[in-house]
């Protein structure tokens, strides 16, 4: 088969990459080294297999990502290509806009003239659902709850965009849906939470998982400069997913694209596989034998308390449930920083 993999340098782009070419297939990745790290995992993609196309290009010039469709007609593409930092797009709403809404429509489009039948998996985010205010939230010594979601927020939940990133994802997530019902493309929107891994250079608003791992390195080895800064109280809460159990979550729903097609699914860890900051900082200390000293600072804004992901409509669908508990999953994200920081 053949995968087009749009921001295929990146955390999630590269290891479905370093998948699919394990696996025999041939692989095209699409990047404009945008974040940082990606140049990195391009490297390391490009020492697995000779079955790489590496093309440099950017989706929001249609040329460019329009050739690379018509010419390749890829089974399967993987839309991963995005602004995803909250921070970024208040900055620079703009930009935002241009790479999140119009970098996706220019993918639709030159999948509409030229690969209808190729199959578009877009990785949305929870931010569609909004800051959750609305949300009743009990306060707990190291969490907040949301007491009326005990397997966590579905996909009916309304959708609220907030923020220009939320407003970009939420643009591009519906774009999505509909060109599945007006074009009958085969589209699949997956709503992440927090996703985490090997491969992923976090920074400090992106990644939060790996970038905490990163202080407690630095911290460990007597490398902080300064303490580190948290927003808000640390008790909002996250479910996290490791970067193999999304890969398998990816693969069960293009193997099932009868169901899935033009669907929106909230994919994260759940409910057992939720931490809040605190909560991580308390597994950090235990495993290293350090303290997580940090500054707090304001709120971030259209920051959510809790966002946890039900995910029973993924496992009614494509029988997609997570097999790497967090606990699991945070040594394995904490081996791979101090891999990548003593090499």
């Known amino acids: 088969m053949i995968y087009l993999i749009n921001g295929g340098c990146g955390f999630l782009g590269s290891n479905m990459a370093a998948a699919k070419l394990r696996d025999g297939h041939e692989v095209i990745v699409f990047d404009n080294f945008f974040r940082f790290g990606t140049e990195e995992n391009l490297k390391w993609l490009s020492s697995l297999n000779k079955n790489l196309n590496f093309i440099k290009g950017d989706v929001r010039n249609i040329y460019e990502i329009e050739k690379v469709i ?16 909250m921070t970024t797009s208040i900055e620079n709403p703009y930009l935002d806009f241009e790479i999140n809404v119009k970098g996706t429509l220019n ?3 030159s999948v509409r003239k030229y690969s209808p ?29 949301a007491k009326d979601y005990p397997t966590g927020f579905s996909e009916l939940i309304p959708l609220d965009f907030r923020s220009p990133y939320g407003c970009s994802k939420g643009a591009a997530d519906q774009y999505m849906l509909d060109y599945s019902r007006i074009f009958n493309l085969k589209t699949i ?24 791992c990163q202080k407690a390195f630095e911290i460990k080895n007597n490398l902080q400069k300064e303490k580190f800064t948290i927003s808000g109280t640390g008790k909002q809460v996250r479910d996290v997913l490791y970067g193999d159990d999304l890969i398998n979550c990816y693969n069960l729903a293009i193997e099932n694209i009868g169901t899935t097609k033009g669907k929106a699914y909230n994919i994260g860890g759940g409910m057992d596989n939720s931490f809040s900051l605190l909560e991580l900082f308390g597994v950090l200390e235990e495993k290293l034998g350090i303290e997580m000293e940090y500054i707090q600072k304001p709120w971030r804004e259209s ?8 995910i029973l409509k993924a496992e009614k669908d494509f029988n997609w449930k997570p097999k790497i508990d967090k606990d699991t999953g945070i040594v394995e994200m904490y081996d791979w920083i101090e891999k990548i920081n003593l090499k």
């Open 70 to 85: 018509q010419f390749y007609k890829p089974d399967v593409i993987f839309h991963f290509a995005g602004q995803v930092a």
């Open 107 to 109: 993918v639709l489009e």
């Open 117 to 145: 039948d190729s199959i578009v998996c877009f990785s949305s985010t929870n931010k569609v659902y909004g800051d959750l205010e609305h949300i009743e939230y009990t306060e707990l010594e190291t969490r907040y709850i």
């Open 189 to 212: 929107v997956f709503r992440h939470s927090s996703i985490f891994g090997g491969r992923q250079f976090s920074t400090y608003d992106q990644g939060w998982v790996g970038w905490f």
């Open 303 to 310: 920051d959510q308390k809790v966002f946890v992901a039900d």
